[in-house]
């Protein structure tokens, strides 16, 4: 009796979902065709917003171009990129408006350009208008402890819509690896869009990492001896790689910066019939006018890392190599020196270079290791000038600009055996050897020992290969492909 009770209620229960099915699926429906025409609406607004601000005085409609890298005032490689691509641009196109949505609030733009001048060396021929986005903070990964992909990439795109109600573009690039930006420019702002592709937000090494249960700085050892949580997260990992596929996909132009990228890229956006290399602009020729034969100033030699303050740029890496280095070469004359060079662009940067502090000190190297943040271009150039070895430690880096600018100065780089180093830079030019590559503390240190046993004569030849291998990724080089690349999008 009582089973047949619960039948019943099981059949009672089923029949009233039934009859909810077609209700829910007609409000379903409408609140969806409700939603596409108050995006068409807006839509529609936006495009008569764009066409009332782009009529010049002429009477013309102007062209505008906007980049979105809300770090524009940064230090690092994209910001080069974005500064030598704006320069590109203006050369070709100089009757277009060029905008940058910058978060930067608490400078000017007169003080961007000329930040970008110091660092770079890089000035602009015609003006550029700043868009200040105020809310920013939606895209720093302090915010989300937990899913920060996916936070970071929902925050963007409050961020872009922040920026496309202040201008609405004709073209839009984004330029610093928000992807989730370009369906709401190029569906609700009506614009063409392109993006530059420096890191993948996610990638399929992100996603072996998780299924390996390997510790790294995106995936935490209490999830890694968890096999329950390391399941969730890989599921998780798999859905947003989706995500990020569909939204990379809206895409009219893509570029990357290296085979590493463009390989990740081409699995995960699936657009290959778009998607170029673009090897980022390296400023080469102002390192190649530092003489190989300069005699070092400083006794001893001088080890030089180049690159922000970042996770994944892994400097704890280079002190403790660099310490075991001490060791190993503790019966040496000569003296050595460890300096880290970057940028800082929050305080979260500013923290992480405090415990890069604190790790020398309970190494005891902290006298030999310096940092040298934020600094001028002629300061990062006579850096380079002195140094025997270049160091870098990030794996997977997706380029690596200063490995580049380490090889031109005239130093021997030692560069992490992984992403754009192993595949494109630390390469062998018409068959000799141009760099090292290393991935333990040990190798690191191994590595350094060995080349400062080299000959001078030796190192030199290293230097002169390297930098014979390095005008690939001059400025000009990045000019023209990058020209190529984008003329899609003024046609």
Avoid at 55 to 60: D, M, W
Avoid at 117 to 128: E, Q
Avoid at 219 to 248: D, E, M, W
């Amino acid at each position: 009796m009582a089973a047949a009770e619960r039948g019943w209620c099981l059949c009672e229960l089923l029949r009233f979902f039934y009859s909810l099915f077609f209700p829910g699926l007609i409000v379903c429906g409408t609140l969806c065709i409700c939603l596409v025409i108050v995006l068409w609406g807006i839509r529609l607004l936006l495009h008569r917003k764009k066409k009332s601000v782009s009529t010049s005085r002429n009477g013309k409609n102007e062209m505008v171009v906007a980049f979105f890298h809300p770090y524009c005032n940064a230090g690092g490689g994209g910001e080069r990129v974005l500064w030598c691509a704006l320069r590109a641009l203006q050369k070709k196109y100089p009757e277009a408006v060029y905008v940058v949505y910058t978060g930067d609030i608490n400078v000017s733009g007169q003080q961007i350009l000329e930040g970008a001048f110091r660092r770079f060396n890089i000035r602009l021929t015609r003006p550029v208008q700043f868009v200040f986005l105020r809310k920013r903070y939606l895209v720093e990964d302090s915010l989300y402890p937990h899913f920060t992909l996916l936070g970071q990439s929902l925050g963007s795109i409050f961020l872009g819509w922040e920026a496309l109600m202040q201008c609405v573009p004709d073209i839009f690039i984004d330029s610093m690896g928000y992807a989730f930006t370009l369906p709401l420019f190029k569906y609700i702002g009506g614009c063409r869009v392109g993006s530059y592709v420096h890191y993948p937000t996610i990638s399929t090494d992100m996603l072996s990492v998780v299924k390996n249960q390997n510790v790294g700085f995106n995936n935490a050892a209490f999830i890694t001896r968890n096999p329950f949580l390391s399941k969730v997260k890989l599921i998780y990992y798999h859905l947003f790689a989706f995500a990020y596929g569909l939204v990379g996909s809206c895409s009219d132009v893509v570029m990357v910066n290296s085979s590493w990228t463009l390989n990740h890229i081409l699995s995960l956006w699936k657009v290959g019939n778009c998607t170029n290399i673009v090897y980022p602009p390296c400023d080469v020729q102002t390192f190649l006018d530092i003489p190989l034969h300069e005699k070092k100033v400083t006794p001893g030699h001088l080890l030089v890392s180049v690159g922000q303050f970042r996770p994944e740029k892994n400097h704890p890496l280079q002190i403790r190599a660099f310490a075991k280095l001490l060791n190993k070469v503790a019966e040496s004359s000569h003296s050595l020196k460890l300096v880290l060079i970057g940028g800082c662009r929050n305080k979260e940067d500013e923290l992480r270079v405090n415990q890069l502090r604190r790790l020398a000190e309970d190494l005891g190297v902290q006298e030999d290791v310096e940092f040298k943040i934020n600094i001028p271009f002629n300061e990062l150039k006579n850096y380079l000038s002195e140094a025997t070895i270049g160091l870098h430690t990030m794996w997977n880096e997706h380029f690596g600009i200063g490995v580049v600018e380490c090889m031109a100065a005239g130093t021997v780089i030692l560069a992490h055996n992984s992403g754009g180093p192993k595949l494109d830079i630390v390469v062998p030019h018409e068959g000799d050897i141009t760099g090292f590559l290393a991935e333990t503390e040990d190798g690191y240190a191994e590595t350094m020992a060995h080349i400062l046993s080299m000959s001078a004569e030796k190192r030199l030849q290293i230097r002169k290969n390297a930098r014979a291998s390095v005008s690939r990724f001059s400025d000009q080089e990045f000019e023209v492909t990058f020209l190529s690349s984008v003329e899609k999008l003024f046609k």
